[in-house]
């Protein structure tokens, strides 16, 4: 289908008559001759008296040619562009950010596979992580690591093969050994902030209590719900553990119930899918439908047009001028 930018540029097709109505004709004077007796010749001829120059007339090839030129100068002025057919893209409409406890505790050996191989609690959650990130097609993943301090791992992205690589190089105590569990959900904050979509979910992973953060989980978590961030939190490992890498579970519930989210503790890895596949049915993937329709100019066909008229018209033109000074001369 043809479309116009500029449809109003038609009005000036009616521009060349206008100027002929408010400018006069060009007059071009010839000689004449004077006698004594003119008005007897007037009387005689039944001629009328005329001023002594003539309007010069078009011929009809030239008014048509003239005529088409401007047309296609007009046409090609409205801008006419070729519409095609609606083209629907399909784009996350979720930001999705997991953040991994690194710290020194993941390194138990208290999980098992499906082949009843002792895991430690990492290798046992990226396991899980992987076949999470598998079932979601078409959000973006991004992957906070922490431990005395949090770091951004991997970005928002829909690359996922390159979120799962970025994944299996995290290691046990690379980020320390101490649980920073404010600063993660501090970190995954300022990261959604840039977030171009409104649906931001967190999955915090862990298996400590928070060591040290500069900012408190619960305050952190406060912040997290005033940005529209929903998070879920997941506890891995012995709940009667105490000292420093006891899980403090009245934390993680309560910094899942502040955001509108869900705590979950996972004892063994079928726990830890179970967690995951949960998390999988609460934030279904979804999609934002956007629906274009490619354009292309066709500006350039008028003027083609054009030019080629020009190519015929003018040595059509001169042709024509150079008989009629030859048969006027004869």
């Not at 895991?119 to 993943?141: H, I, W």
Request: glycine share 6%.
């Amino acid at each position: 289908m043809i479309e116009f930018t500029l449809p109003w540029s038609f009005s000036l097709l009616a521009l060349p008559l206008l100027v002929r109505w408010l400018s006069p004709p060009h007059r071009e004077s010839q000689d004449s001759l004077q006698v004594p007796y003119f008005q007897r010749l007037v009387l005689l001829s039944g001629e009328t008296p005329r001023s002594g120059a003539s309007v010069l007339r078009r011929r009809r090839l030239q008014a048509a040619f003239s005529i088409l030129g401007w047309c296609l100068l007009v046409l090609a002025a409205a801008r006419p562009e070729w519409v095609g057919e609606p083209i629907s893209v399909e784009k996350s409409a979720r930001d999705l950010m997991l953040a991994l406890d690194l710290s020194g505790s993941m390194d138990a050996r208290d999980f098992s596979n499906a082949q009843g191989e002792q895991l430690n609690r990492l290798s046992a959650a990226k396991e899980v992580l992987t076949d999470f990130a598998a079932q979601r097609d078409g959000d973006r993943l991004g992957l906070i690591v922490f431990g005395n301090a949090a770091y951004l791992q991997a970005p928002f992205t829909d690359d996922i093969p390159t979120w799962l690589t970025l994944l299996d190089e995290s290691e046990v105590a690379m980020a320390g050994q101490s649980t920073a569990l404010g600063d993660a959900i501090g970190l995954a904050i300022s990261l959604f902030r840039g977030s171009e979509t409104s649906n931001r979910v967190l999955v915090v992973l862990t298996d400590g209590n928070d060591t040290g953060s500069r900012v408190p989980p619960k305050d952190a978590a406060t912040i997290a719900a005033a940005n529209q961030v929903t998070i879920y939190t997941v506890a891995v490992g012995d709940p009667s553990t105490i000292g420093e890498e006891a899980l403090d579970l009245e934390t993680l519930e309560a910094i899942a119930s502040l955001t509108g989210g869900t705590s979950f503790q996972a004892l063994d890895t079928q726990a830890l899918q179970a967690a995951y596949d949960e998390i999988n049915r609460l934030e279904p993937a979804q999609y934002d439908s956007l629906s274009y329709r490619p354009r292309s100019s066709l500006y350039y066909v008028p003027v083609g047009m054009f030019a080629i008229l020009c190519l015929i018209a003018l040595p059509l033109f001169a042709l024509q001028g150079w008989r009629s000074q030859k048969s006027v001369r004869v």
